[in-house]
């Protein structure tokens, strides 16, 4: 596979990724806001703490996942650029 090919089929795996996960993100959301209004009406309380730190934690995770493909592929494009001036 040449290296083009190889960057963007690895290009399209993370924009393939990242709606993945966005779209569990918002389902997930959406499943939270749901507990958490019918929690509302019954006892007092809104969302709970498990849920806040679902919520937090999840989208740290995806920063994370998304930030090391884009400093990868940064580095890579850095590494090409000087290898070709050498």
Known sequence: MADEERQ???E???VILAIGIASA???????LVWAA???LGTSGQGLSENGTQ???GWGGGIIGVL?????YSFGRK????????D
């Open 37 to 39: 209004y019918n929690r």
């Open 67 to 71: 930030g090391a493909y884009v400093g």
């Open 8 to 10: 963007t089929t690895a």
């Open 54 to 56: 679902l919520l937090t």
């Open 25 to 31: 993100l918002n389902f997930v959301t959406l499943a």
């Open 12 to 14: 399209r795996v993370a």
């Open 78 to 85: 850095r590494r090409n650029v000087t290898d070709d001036e």
